[in-house]
Each structure stands twice: as structure tokens, then as C-alpha cells.
């Protein structure tokens, strides 16, 4: 994560330190288009958001217009209704000093006989000029004396300009009469009564400018100036409030939410008009009808759950109108959301008529709620509005008469499909009453008395025909077959170990009280390599089993025990000699002295301890000196992994080694740890070193570091939290140079040391040491 420091925030706020937000009453962002000349309220935020005080130096002039203000809003043109410009012109006009001793009715007749009222034109708004009296409605007049009184009160202390830039730009300036301060954080509310939008280019979005000047920083005289812009929607409620449409998914509402499988949706936007239509304008129109499609997303630092899915999940979605024809599709994006606008070909749908869509390629992977949103704009007769069509996330999709887990056309009633991990039956913990109950139970509703043909319950398991087996169960026991319902073939069954309560019989169909009985002729149990060569086990009449080979017809008894439990091997290797029989009861190291015993590529050596290349001998201060050198022990065993090997005890692996060196899984314990190494500048001598001890598992780590402008933040490895416990660490500073300057540290936070010293830039060595959290703390004193 990013982190932004003090200095750049206060950069940043120094260098935008005004910021304002305009809203209606429902706290949106929007501007409405209206054939009430009441309009609506507009509210506007203006924030000190600099972290500093802000002059609003006292102006020379108390006339606000285009180059005496503090506050500017700038809308572009065509952005106002005619009806708004005559009320806002009118209260400029209306709060001009010399005015304030003449009525409300008195300061109206006298703005309306020195300029043209906007409400009266059709264009933009000319520049005042002495005309006629034209007449005016007393709406109109009405709204505009309202509009002069609110902002009369609200405005305290300030005054309003009005004024029309060459680019037909409407701009309203705020100007404070005297000097003011404008604390940190403190806002500003301005609300501007009986608003509304201009209805040429019917709905829209629009910018609207804060322009802002004649201010200072605190004690700083430097001339503070700028501009901040926002985004604001422009929405149409000329007409009726409620549109006759109905709005929802045809078949199904719900998506598979699996992370990865493609869900289709069917949109129906059908006009519930019995005997009436309803208008669009055409695509080529200045105001096209349209509809707009949008979802949310998750935003880039967490899942959320009303969210469809990722935004690149969501602007893979396929968009297309069944009726391409009447109706044109065109893409766009607003922030991390796309969004897909339809606007019409054709002049009406008429009724009981549908325009359907199809949203393709849907992939989703969390559970829940998810809307899709259906903005309709620019319908002649109605408001702009919206509808919400809930779409519902689930690993469980009912499809008709079926039911789908993981798939999203079941061809079952119950359809369970997944890349891995397909069905759990679980028995949770609380659970006590042992092994008597069941997980899975096939069960076929016969009586006592079986049908005839007999059912017999079954599980198939089938790899799209390439094969199929199946497992059926029987009066006389469970058998396996093929997965033809049509045949009582059975099948080889392969396991890596079989549990047998009963005796089991290879060779014979009712095997004796023994557990095992292999019943046959020559090789009773065999293996056999790819060669066709085989090792097996036979016992002959002599009693005695035998363990022979067999290659090309040619049979080799390699070993046998007797009834009496002596070993006879023939050819015996024993480091190089042979023995034509070794025959013993106990085969003991002992018959081995300086011999090896090969296995495969590994070797178990008796009179050999240690082989070593070195013979620089070392010394210790408790056992004296020491030659590392060959030694040669009859009653030492050396083995020779010939990859390696493992030391282990019953209940698991102690030490294990490797051409790459020796792994130790647990604790190693030893009077004394040392290294040995050539030395590195004296050829004919050796480095030796010895661990340092301490009461504590604990790692450390150093390194070097710069201060700037008296600070710094050192990133420790990002596992550093993880592998460390947060009490008993310590940090070791020390300038680096010949001039001395003094350090501090903050607690480590997230992996971060924060240091700080004397010397803005100053060099200095750190070290930080710490307790290991993956192990237990250590016993230090323990009883012999």
C-alpha cells in the first residue's frame, strides 16, 4: 500500500486548498430539467481544505462581477434554464446597495424595464440594456423576488454578480464586502433556490467550475488563486413521474457463482400499456431515447458483496439487444463501472411490446445480491428514472424440473459439478453419538420379498463413455462391474491395501480358516518386471519356502527358509567374496566385519565411522586436539545414501541429508556449535568460530540509512510482522562521520522503523533485533 507522506499531503492541500461539492435535497449530485418554474434547491459546499487559515482579503470595490470576487461558479452554456437566469440576474440586480431601501415589487419592475428578461428569450441571455417593459407572469415573478429574499439571507455580508461570458458561459459571483478568515476545514453553504436545467440536449452530464482569488495564506501575502471542477447529471422530469414499463429477467434471475463459469441473463423491458404507446426519439434526435445499463463493482482494496463481480469481470460482460435492428448499443466508462447505453431506431414501443437483452458471459464469485440498474432517459412524457433488477449469486441454480450445483444447465433433477472437491457430507464435531450414524445411504424400496427381476442399488462411475464401471450391491456382497446396466461383466478392482475381517482366498472360492490361502502350481505369488523376468515365493512339499528367479525358462532358487527357521542363501556377496552358503538363524553385523551391504544404489559399511579430505587438525578447550582425517573402526557402520538419507524415529522424521547438506526437522541441541573454514589469507591455516548464545530464539537485522530532512522509515522484510513477536524488540543506532548528532525510534508499525535524528541528512548504521513468534518462548533453566 501506498502511503502518503505529511509533507506531500500538505503539498497537495496547499496547492488545491479550496474544494466544494454542489448536491439537491436528496444529496445527489443532479440537476433537473423541470417545467415548474418553482425548479428546485441546489446546494453548494465550499471547504477550506488546505489545513491552514485563509484570508478573503477586503475589496477595493463591493460590486461582485467578473474580475471582483472571491467565489466564481461557472456553468457552461446551455447548462441553465432561461427561468433560472431571470432569477439569478434579477437578485444580482436586487442586491446592489442602492436597492436595498425599495420594495421587493419595486426592485422587480425596476430590473425588468432596464434589462430583457432571459425567460423572455430564446437565446442566451444579452448584456443589459434599457428596453420596453415587456410583461412577465407572476410565477415568474414570484420565483425570482424568492430567490433574491433567500440568497439575501444566506448571503450576509456578501454580494452577487451576475454575468454572461462570450461562449454564452452563466457565471455567479460571490463577493464578501469585508475581510474575512476562512478557518481550516470550515465549509461554506450557498444554496441556490429554484434551479433547473436548460431542457435542449435533454439528459446529460455536465461540469460545473469553482473559480476562487483575492486570498491569502495566514501571514503569507502572496496572492491565492485557482479553479476546482466537479461532475454533475442532468436528468429530465418533464412529464409524468411513473412510466408504464415493467422491467425484469425472462426464465431465471440467478447466476452460477463459482469464479469461473460463464452465466447467460435475459432482460425484458416491456411496455404494460394495454392500448397506448409509448414514444421514443430516434437515435439521430438531439435528445435520443435511451436505456443504460450499469452494475457495481468491487472497488480495488476489498470484495463487496452487493457487487456483481472484479471490474474486469464486469466489463467482459457481453451486451447485446435480440432486436439489433431497432435499437443501437454503444459501450462507455464512468470511473471502475462500464456502462452499455441502447438508444432506439425506432419512434415508439407499442404495447405489450418487449425490448429484449441478453447479458452474456457473466462470471461471478461471491454469494449474495448483486443489482443490475436500468436507467431510462429522454422518454417524451416521463421523468428520467431508474429501476433496480435484483440478480441473485449462487453455487445452487434452479434450471425448470432441475436443480444445478456448479453448472449452470443441469441435465438431472440434482446436477453437482465441479473441477474438484464435488460433494461433502459432513458430521461436524458437537456431534457424539459415534460411528452409528450414516453419511450416504442408497436405498431401493423393496420388501421382504425382492421384485423379480431384482433391484439392485448402484453407483456408476462414468468418463463421458470412454469407460464406465460400476459398484453394485448384493444380498451376498457388494461386486464390481461394468457400467453397462445390461451386463454382470466384472471388472479388475486395484488398491494400495486391502483390510480383510474375514479370510481371504486367491485361487479358490472358499478359503480354509487361514487368513490368506493362495491355491495354485508353479510361482503361487509372483512379480514380474517388463522383461518378463520374475521373482515369486513357493512352497514344495519339502516344506520349505522357497524365494525363486526365473528368466528364459530358467529357474534359480536364490534363498530358502525351512521349518526350522534357518536362512539358506546360494551366492552371497560379501564385500567382493562370495560365499556358496550362508546359513545362520540370526544374521547378525557380527558375520559382516569390513564388509558391505548393498541396497540399490546405497550402501550400510561396517568398520568405517568417518572418510574425510582434510587433516588440519583442531582443537577444542575441553577435549583437546582433534585430526579430521579417515577413521577406520571395526565396530563403526558408515551409510552411504546414494541420494541421500534420513535418520527417523517412530513417530516421525529427525534428520535428513542430501548432497546439498543436512536438514535437522527440530531442535538441535549440543554443548558447543562451531564452523570450520579455510582461512581466508592464510592458505595453511583454518577459521574456526563458535555460535553466539542467548536466552531467546531471535533473529536480527542491520543495515545502513540516510536521513531526510530529519527522518526516515526503514522497511524491514515483509514477513517481518509475521515472523516476530511485537514485545521485547530493540533497535541499535549510531551516526556514521565525525561530527556526533542524536537519534531516536518510533515502535516498528506494519514492518516500518521510523527514525529520527538531529542532522537533516545525517548517514547512520541501524539494527534490529527481535523474538521469534513461530516457536515457543525459551525454557531458559530447566531441572537435571
Given amino acids: 500500500m501506498t502511503t502518503i507522506e505529511p509533507v506531500a499531503q ?98 422587480f419592475q425596476s430590473f425588468v424595464a432596464a434589462t430583457p428578461s432571459p425567460a423572455m428569450a430564446t437565446d442566451s441571455v444579452p448584456a443589459p440594456q434599457p428596453v420596453q417593459s415587456p410583461t412577465m407572469s407572476s410565477a415568474v415573478q414570484a420565483f425570482a423576488m424568492d430567490t433574491a ?77 485557482g479553479r476546482r471542477q466537479i461532475y454533475i447529471s ?44 409509448i414514444a421514443l426519439n430516434q437515435v439521430d434526435s438531439s435528445v435520443p431515447s435511451r436505456f443504460i445499463f450499469s452494475f457495481d463493482v468491487d472497488d480495488a482494496h476489498k470484495d463487496r458483496g452487493w457487487s456483481l463481480g472484479t471490474p474486469d469481470q464486469v466489463g467482459a460482460i457481453i451486451v447485446k439487444p435480440v432486436d439489433g435492428a431497432n435499437w443501437s448499443l454503444t459501450a462507455s466508462k464512468q470511473g471502475q463501472s462500464p456502462e452499455w447505453i441502447l438508444t432506439s431506431k425506432q419512434t415508439t414501443l407499442a404495447a405489450d411490446e418487449s425490448l429484449k437483452v441478453t447479458f452474456a458471459n457473466i462470471i461471478t464469485g461471491t454469494s449474495g445480491q448483486a443489482n443490475l440498474y436500468v436507467r431510462y432517459e429522454n422518454i417524451p412524457g416521463y421523468w428520467d428514472g431508474q429501476f433496480v433488477v435484483v440478480i441473485e449469486k449462487t453455487p445452487l441454480l434452479y434450471r425448470g424440473d432441475n436443480v444445478g450445483i456448479g453448472i449452470t444447465n443441469p441435465t438431472a433433477t440434482l446436477t453437482v459439478s465441479a473441477s474438484t472437491n464435488h460433494l461433502q457430507l459432513r458430521r461436524e464435531a458437537t456431534e457424539k453419538t459415534g460411528d452409528k450414524i450414516l453419511f450416504l445411504e442408497l436405498f431401493q424400496n423393496d420388501s421382504a420379498s425382492p421384485t423379480v427381476p431384482e433391484v439392485h442399488p448402484a453407483i456408476r462411475f462414468n468418463h463421458n463413455n470412454r469407460y464406465w464401471q460400476r459398484i453394485e450391491g448384493r444380498s451376498d456382497g457388494i461386486h464390481f462391474k461394468t457400467g453397462d446396466t445390461n451386463s454382470d461383466s466384472y471388472i479388475d478392482t486395484f488398491a494400495g491395501s486391502g483390510h480383510f475381517s474375514g479370510n481371504v482366498g486367491i485361487g479358490t472360492t472358499n478359503p480354509p480358516v487361514t487368513a490368506l490361502e493362495v491355491k495354485g502350481g508353479d510361482f503361487q505369488i509372483a512379480i514380474t518386471n517388463a522383461q518378463d523376468h520374475r521373482w515369486g515365493f513357493v512352497n514344495w512339499t519339502d516344506d520349505k519356502l522357497y524365494f525363486q528367479y526365473r528368466a528364459g525358462g530358467t529357474l534359480t532358487n536364490a534363498m530358502w527358509l525351512d521349518n526350522r527357521g534357518v536362512l539358506t542363501a546360494t551366492g552371497v556377496a560379501v564385500n ?78 529427525v534428520m535428513a541429508w542430501a548432497s546439498y547438506g543436512v536438514v535437522v526437522k527440530g531442535n538441535l541441541w549440543a554443548r558447543n556449535k562451531y564452523f570450520l573454514i579455510d582461512h581466508p589469507t592464510k592458505p595453511d591455516h583454518s577459521l574456526i568460530h563458535a555460535c553466539l548464545e542467548g536466552p531467546e530464539s531471535a533473529v536480527y537485522y542491520r543495515g545502513e540509512a540516510r536521513l531526510e530532512h530529519g527522518r526516515a522509515a526503514i522497511h524491514l522484510p515483509e514477513y517481518f510482522e509475521a515472523l516476530t513477536r511485537q514485545e521485547g524488540r530493540t533497535v541499535i543506532l549510531t551516526p556514521k562521520g565525525r561530527e556526533p548528532f542524536l537519534l531516536s525510534y518510533e515502535e516498528i508499525v506494519d514492518g516500518v522503523l521510523r527514525v529520527y535524528g538531529t542532522c537533516s541528512y545525517g548517514t547512520f548504521s541501524w539494527e534490529v533485533k527481535a523474538v521469534r513468534a513461530d516457536v515457543e518462548r525459551l525454557q531458559v533453566e530447566e531441572k537435571k
Fill in 234 to 277: 442532468i436528468v429530465n422530469q418533464r412529464g409524468q413521474k411513473q412510466i408504464p414499463l415493467h422491467v425484469g429477467f425472462v426464465g431465471f434471475d440467478s447466476v452460477l457463482n463459482d469464479g469461473h463459469t460463464p452465466n447467460t441473463l435475459t432482460l425484458w423491458i416491456t411496455n404494460i400499456l394495454q392500448d397506448g404507446v
Fill in 576 to 653: 567382493g567374496l562370495t560365499a556358496s552358503t550362508l546359513t545362520t538363524s540370526t544374521l547378525t553385523t557380527s558375520t559382516l566385519t569390513t564388509s558391505s551391504l548393498g541396497l540399490g544404489g546405497n550402501v550400510i559399511q561396517q568398520g568405517v565411522n568417518w572418510t574425510g579430505e582434510s587433516q588440519t587438525p583442531y582443537s577444542s578447550p575441553t577435549s583437546g586436539t582433534h585430526d579430521i582425517a579417515p577413521l577406520v573402526q571395526p565396530n563403526a557402520i558408515r551409510i552411504v545414501g546414494a541420494a541421500g538419507g534420513v535418520l527417523a524415529v517412530n513417530t516421525g522424521d
Fill in 10 to 107: 500538505t503539498a497537495f492541500r496547499q496547492s488545491y486548498p479550496i474544494d466544494f461539492h454542489i448536491y439537491d435535497d436528496d444529496e445527489q449530485a443532479i440537476l433537473t430539467i423541470t417545467d415548474d418554474p418553482a425548479g428546485q434547491n441546489l446546494h453548494m459546499d465550499i471547504g477550506n481544505a488546505s489545513g491552514q487559515t485563509i484570508n478573503l482579503l477586503a475589496p477595493g470595490d463591493t460590486t461582485a462581477g467578473a474580475s471582483n470576487y472571491h467565489f466564481a461558479l461557472r456553468f457552461r452554456p446551455g447548462t441553465l434554464a432561461l427561468s433560472f437566469q431571470t432569477y439569478a440576474s434579477y437578485t444580482a440586480f436586487a442586491l446592489q446597495e442602492e436597492q436595498q431601501n425599495a420594495s421587493s415589487v419595486q426592485t
Fill in 149 to 225: 429574499s433567500t440568497l439575501q439571507d444566506t448571503l450576509k455580508g456578501w454580494n452577487l454578480g451576475y454575468g454572461q461570458e462570450e461562449d454564452g458561459s452563466i457565471v455567479l459571483y460571490f463577493l464578501s464586502t469585508q475581510a474575512r478568515t476562512f478557518a481550516p476545514n470550515a465549509v461554506m453553504t450557498i444554496t441556490l433556490p429554484h434551479i433547473s436545467a436548460n431542457g435542449e440536449g435533454g439528459a446529460r452530464g455536465t461540469r460545473v467550475e469553482l473559480l476562487y482569488q483575492q486570498m491569502t495564506f495566514g501571514d503569507d501575502t502572496t496572492p491565492l488563486s
